[in-house]
Antibody, heavy 123, light 111 residues
């Protein structure tokens, strides 16, 4: 079955860190760029970061640049997001999403989503 | 405030047709970047609904259609059904920010 399964979320104090993971199965993980998208409680979707299929290129939303680090281990079919210096406004469900391979790189879309992992930043 | 603007809510009766707009600018939709649409049913993860402005993934009913013109895009849902009640998001690329961007989302209520 083609799926993405996130883990690693939880309750963390302001200033704390977490490493989120996303285990992929059912497709050739190393052939696709992958993203993280978050959704604060009751709010809309916010793209966070993307990593190329090889891991050689990474891009971030301005809101998390310098604070979050995306990485991947293609040998383990796993995507990661290291989240540091957490603030209350980082409280959200974090989804990993697989990018399509069709069309130009900037026009690709998210064709598979995980169920998400909740990160709560609170003292 | 989202780079792509959607109405917060729309509603329609079963069987009716509704449209959801997604208004951007010359640095995203107007620059020629594709628009994609996602459906998020209550309590679930988003799901791809329309890609490349007007294409439906396999399994998505042809009641759902997308279009794009100038700096805007639209999602149309015809033959509205109770199970269509969800949040809908448009997404594109913005060259000014160098980011993938989402609209603020539209909550569809089936009356």
């Amino acid at each position: 079955e083609v799926q993405l399964l996130e883990s690693g979320g939880g309750l963390v104090q302001p200033g704390g860190s977490l490493r989120l993971s996303c285990a992929a199965s059912g497709f050739t993980f190393s052939s696709y760029a992958m993203s993280w998208v978050r959704q604060a409680p009751g709010k809309g979707l916010e793209w966070v970061s993307i990593i190329s299929d090889s891991g050689g290129n990474t891009y971030y939303a301005d809101s998390v640049k310098g604070q979050f680090t995306i990485s991947r281990d293609n040998s383990k079919n796993t995507l990661y997001l290291q989240v540091n210096s957490l603030r209350a406004e980082d409280t959200a469900v974090y989804y990993c999403a697989k990018s399509s391979n069709s069309g130009s790189y900037l026009n690709r879309y998210f064709d598979l989503w995980g169920r998400g992992t909740l990160v709560t930043v609170s003292s | 405030q989202s780079v792509l603007t959607q109405p917060p809510s729309v509603s329609g009766a079963p069987g009716q047709r509704v449209t959801i707009s997604c208004t951007g600018s010359s640095s995203n939709i107007g620059a020629g970047y594709d628009v994609h649409w996602y459906q998020q049913l209550p309590g679930t993860a988003p799901k791809l609904l329309i890609y490349g402005n007007s294409n439906r993934p396999s399994g998505v009913p042809d009641r759902f259609s997308g279009s794009k013109s100038g700096t805007s895009a639209s999602l149309a849902i015809s033959g509205l059904q109770a199970e269509d009640e969800a949040d809908y998001y448009c997404q594109s690329y913005d060259s000014l920010s160098g980011s993938r961007v989402f609209g603020g989302g539209t909550k569809l209520t089936v009356l």
